[in-house]
């Protein structure tokens, strides 16, 4: 085995000395807090220089800030209806904030924030204490009847169990999810790599034999593009899913 | 029996659920695809549930995945 393909999420401290200690135990500044900087200087600055001169006709920078801004605008009206564009805000900064981790982990030698179980758990409870929060102050004590669908008493002494178990996997489900493609996306690269370093090692034919895996590299990198994205989109919309429910209850279809 | 060798046995295992992910994305794509070339217009509006049964689907095959790689890499 030339290298090990899981190294690259290991959390190494940048600063050999902990920056400050909570409660006794120290904390680190690692290569992980320095890349959820980046992400966030990156992209919050990105967003405002670009529509900051406010030009009519569009440049491409400023294209690309209101597309996706249109396009969050869209998902959060379409899943949860009017009401729920009030927490635009808060799904727009959830969805830009893993779609540039996911991007900007797709940056060979850089590290992915969101193949971290840590993060991804961190904002996939955020998700699920705001739906809560959402629920109890627009229904009250009325938010439990989430748990009770419409079905005959007898069936609901089995369906109010599951109904508990599903909203309480939801935080597991919602990281698991992001973290799992991640992580998987990322160790399948570093295999390949691996054996493109291993063939081209033994020299000779397998030097022309190393040159399929590495064309399939750059294939699973574009579909590792894709999978960047579509995560990033599944996470919002399933936030906005999750807030729909918390909004409406069982009344809206 | 080895542990080494278990914990071989056992990742190897675990990957089986991968086979279900590739049923069930081929169903996701095969259903929308017969879905879409009946009725085309109604095909650019299910794009979202497409993306998301596909992302859906491919998660539950994933956790396999992740227990295969925490029983090799822990």
């Known amino acids: 085995m030339a290298m090990n393909p899981m190294e690259q999420f290991a959390i190494k401290p940048l600063i050999s000395e902990p920056v400050l200690h909570i409660a006794g135990h120290p904390i680190y500044f690692t290569n992980q807090a320095l890349l959820m900087i980046i992400v966030a200087i990156a992209s919050s600055?990105?967003?405002?220089?670009?529509?900051?001169?406010?030009?009519?006709?569009?440049?491409?920078?400023?294209?690309?800030?209101?597309?996706?801004?249109?396009?969050?605008?869209?998902?959060?009206?379409?899943?949860?209806?009017?009401?729920?564009?009030?927490?635009?805000?808060?799904?727009?900064?959830?969805?830009?904030?893993?779609?540039?981790?996911?991007?900007?982990?797709?940056?060979?030698?850089?590290?992915?924030?969101?193949?971290?179980?840590?993060?991804?758990?961190?904002?996939?409870?955020?998700?699920?204490?705001?739906?809560?929060?959402?629920?109890?102050?627009?229904?009250?004590?009325?938010?439990?009847?989430?748990?009770?669908?419409?079905?005959?008493?007898?069936?609901?002494?089995?369906?109010?169990?599951?109904?508990?178990?599903?909203?309480?996997?939801?935080?597991?489900?919602?990281?698991?999810?992001?973290f799992a493609n991640m992580l998987a996306g990322h160790t399948m690269l570093a295999v390949f790599a691996g054996f493109v370093v291993s063939l081209g090692a033994a020299g000779g034919i397998y030097m022309g034999v190393a040159l399929a895996p590495l064309l399939l590299i750059v294939a699973i990198m574009l579909l590792e593009l894709l999978v960047a994205f579509l995560q990033a989109y599944v996470f919002a919309i399933l936030t906005c899913i999750y807030l729909n429910e918390a909004l409406h209850l069982h009344d809206h279809h | 029996m080895e542990v080494a060798a278990a914990k071989m046995i056992g990742a190897g295992i675990a990957c089986i659920a991968l086979v279900g992910a590739g049923i069930g994305i081929g169903n996701v794509f095969g259903s929308y695809l017969s879905g879409a070339l009946r009725n085309p217009g109604a095909a650019a509006s299910q794009t979202t549930n497409l993306l998301l049964g596909f992302a859906l689907c491919e998660a539950t095959g994933l956790f396999g995945l992740v227990i295969a790689l925490i029983i090799l890499f822990t």
């Open chain 1, 45 to 178: 600055l990105f967003l405002t220089l670009a529509v900051k001169p406010g030009r009519l006709v569009p440049t491409r920078g400023q294209s690309m800030a209101e597309l996706s801004y249109e396009f969050v605008a869209n998902m959060i009206h379409s899943a949860t209806g009017e009401d729920g564009l009030k927490f635009f805000p808060f799904v727009f900064t959830l969805f830009i904030f893993v779609l540039c981790s996911n991007f900007f982990g797709m940056v060979p030698g850089s590290f992915t924030v969101t193949s971290q179980i840590a993060v991804t758990l961190a904002l996939a409870c955020l998700v699920v204490g705001l739906v809560i929060v959402v629920g109890f102050m627009k229904h009250g004590i009325g938010f439990l009847k989430l748990f009770v669908p419409h079905a005959p008493w007898y069936l609901l002494i089995l369906l109010i169990p599951i109904e508990v178990i599903s909203f309480l996997t939801r935080p597991i489900s919602l990281s698991v999810r992001l």
